[in-house]
T-cell receptor, first 114, second 114 residues
Framework: AQSVAQPEDQVNVAEGNPLTVKCTYS??????LFWYVQYPNRGLQFLLK??????LVKGSYGFEAEFNKSQTSFHLKKPSALVSDSALYFC????????????FGSGTRLLVRP | DTEVTQTPKHLVMGMTNKKSLKCEQH?????MYWYKQKAKKPPELMFV???????INESVPSRFSPECPNSSLLNLHLHALQPEDSALYLC?????????????FGPGTRLTVT
């Protein structure tokens, strides 16, 4: 069965420190991987995606993610966290049984304290 | 313009009411989506429109009826809803329904069914 896991419900980090939000996946074939962020009372915003190519993907707002095929992971990272990064983060993977559907992880709440 | 707009922002309706949610995008995207999101949960796909035609219905109850009047507009007609239908309803669009294209989300309509 295809799945994506975000093992941490919440991540706490101090402003200025590096942050990592973890994501692991289980799919057959080559995965298409995405990160979205959701601020309170808002829709999701696209951050970055991995389709093919360089394993290190750079996205919006200084975020980046590294595709690791051997560990089936796609962790989201940022070198220096901002209080304004506090939000709900979703990892998603293409549903290999369809070309149109994303399988979302359960979400990780990031809290950056001043 | 990279914005997806949704109206209304909030909606309270009784179980016998009929109401509609509206979504609009002017990015020239050919695929549009409706998602349902419960609190602190990932969004769940409901419908996919591709080139103004209903492409996918994720086994959604008939009390939800989508409509795509033109390439920029997407409606969701609601009738005889249940309290468990209370949720945030998100509209999204993408260049094409192929999942390699990132989706742009609107801010959502928060629906309460009484």
């Amino acid at each position: 069965a295809q799945s994506v896991a975000q093992p941490e419900d919440q991540v706490n980090v101090a402003e200025g420190n590096p942050l990592t939000v973890k994501c692991t996946y289980s799919v057959s074939g080559n995965p298409y991987l995405f990160w979205y962020v959701q601020y309170p009372n808002r829709g999701l915003q696209f951050l970055l995606k991995y389709i093919t190519g360089d394993n290190l993907v750079k996205g919006s707002y200084g975020f980046e993610a590294e595709f690791n095929k051997s560990q089936t992971s796609f962790h989201l990272k940022k070198p220096s966290a901002l209080v304004s990064d506090s939000a709900l983060y979703f990892c998603a993977v293409r549903d290999m049984d369809s070309s149109y559907k994303l399988i979302f992880g359960s979400g990780t709440r990031l809290l950056v304290r001043p | 313009d990279t914005e997806v707009t949704q109206t209304p922002k909030h909606l309270v309706m009784g179980m016998t009411n009929k109401k509609s949610l509206k979504c609009e995008q002017h990015m020239g995207h050919r695929a549009m989506y409706w998602y349902k999101q419960k609190a602190k949960k990932p969004p769940e796909l409901m419908f996919v429109y591709s080139y103004e035609k209903l492409s996918i219905n994720e086994s959604v109850p008939s009390r939800f009826s989508p409509e795509c009047p033109n390439s920029s507009l997407l409606n969701l007609h609601l009738h005889a809803l249940q309290p468990e239908d209370s949720a945030l309803y998100l509209c999204a669009s993408s260049q094409d329904r192929q999942v390699s294209y990132e989706q742009y989300f609107g801010p959502g309509t928060r629906l309460t069914v009484t």
